[in-house]
């Protein structure tokens, strides 16, 4: 059996190729050939060319036919042309942007996209509404016109090594640099699906292996447990055993979090596995807790060049000289409040037993 994966130096590539081996498959893998990623074995066939050129990709293959193709970089709508009628199984890989009010929340009232959002959630009809959702769902809809049998992955943010954008850098640098604080909107609310490379890599595999509960479907992808971005800072800080007060402030003067927020809105996104679950039984490989401090560790051991590509595409200057000064203001600003008491203090409800609550006279049994 001969499969093509397109990527392949990405996060999820080399589990993929591992697991396409493992599996039997003769693997080859399509890509510029800018960087290569040592965990991919050397007698593994690189076809080294343009995947966002048609052209190109056509001069690339020749004649070369695949019983299976994942496409996993590039422009989808060119490859899943060119790869018609040149492959028996198609495994195409996406996003989440193609879902009305993932990038642009406010087009729901309240705002917000809806949580959890499903597979058939409205996707963006309007250019007007959103650009790239737009052309994301159009995209979708070329690649089934193309191969009706295919199956489809809305992938959610990617994290793990050789994340070209790897968010959380923005954590670990200011770790490594002694930071005592890090400020985040909102008390870190927020909650947002993400995927641990290896989990992803895993969830397009069992496509792989169950064909006929796979075709013609589109599944999320994305680790079972969603956590909240305050627990994304948390978890990291023990991982690398550092000591980092969360400084929350409202969204509006939360500036320094923007990068780890990935959006001007503290709105949730989070994606529903239901289907991925019952229909090809994905549980993930590593929990998400343990994949962020094996990031953590990864990126101690493979920091990103201050300045370099990572943080200009992260956007985090690391200015820790502002976010002192704004720290200080906001600590002013809370010091210099009046002291306001209820004459009946409000409580969080008779049906509330946690911490602070009210404490019963007599358990019942």
């Known amino acids: 059996m001969r499969a093509l994966l397109i990527g392949g130096t990405g996060p999820t590539g080399h589990f993929i190729v591992g697991g396409l081996r493992r599996r039997g498959y003769e693997v080859t893998i399509l890509h510029t050939g800018t960087h290569e990623v040592p965990e991919i074995p050397s007698d593994v066939e690189h076809l080294h060319t343009d995947p966002f050129s048609e052209q190109a990709l056509q001069d690339g293959l ?9 496409a996993a970089y590039g422009r989808l709508r060119a490859i899943a042309r060119v790869m018609a009628g040149r492959t028996e199984r198609f495994v195409s890989i996406g996003g989440g942007p193609a879902y ?24 963006v009809e309007v250019e007007a509404d959103d650009e790239k959702g737009w052309r994301i769902a159009r995209t979708e809809r070329a690649v089934f016109a193309q191969h009706p049998r295919a199956t489809h ?3 959610p943010y990617v994290y793990g090594p050789h994340q070209p954008m790897p968010r959380e850098w ?7 640099d002694g930071r005592p604080h890090i400020i985040l909107p909102e008390d870190g609310l927020t909650l947002a699906a993400f995927g641990y490379a290896e989990n ?7 496509a792989v292996d169950r064909p006929d ?35 929350s402030m409202p969204a509006a003067l939360a500036v320094p979090a923007r990068p780890l927020l990935a959006q001007p809105s503290t709105t949730h996104r989070v994606f529903d596995l239901g289907r991925i679950r019952q229909e090809l039984g994905y549980r993930d490989v590593v929990p998400a807790r343990e994949a962020l401090a094996r990031t953590a560790h990864w990126l101690v051991a493979h920091p990103p060049k201050p300045g370099g590509v990572e943080e200009m595409v992260l956007q985090d200057p690391f ?28 409580g969080y ?3 509330y037993s946690g911490p602070g609550g009210r404490r019963h006279e007599r358990a019942f049994e």
């Open 349 to 351: 409800t008779l049906s």
């Open 62 to 70: 020749g004649e070369r036919r695949f019983d299976l193709c994942i």
């Open 319 to 346: 200015d820790y000289a502002a976010e002192d000064r704004l720290i200080e203001s906001w600590r002013r600003a809370l010091a210099g409040m009046a002291e306001v008491r209820f004459e009946n203090e409000p």
């Open 200 to 206: 992803l890599a895993h969830a397009v595999l069992l």
């Open 100 to 123: 009305r009010g993932y990038m642009n929340p406010t087009l729901f009232r309240p705002a917000g996209l809806p949580v959890p959002v499903d597979e058939d959630a409205p996707l």
């Open 170 to 176: 923005c954590i670990v640098r200011r770790i490594l």
């Open 153 to 155: 992955f809305r992938y």
């Open 213 to 247: 509960a796979a075709e013609a479907r589109i599944y999320h992808c994305a680790d079972e447990e969603v956590l909240t971005l305050r627990q994304v800072v948390e978890i990291i800080a023990a991982a690398l055993d550092h000591e980092l007060e969360i400084v």
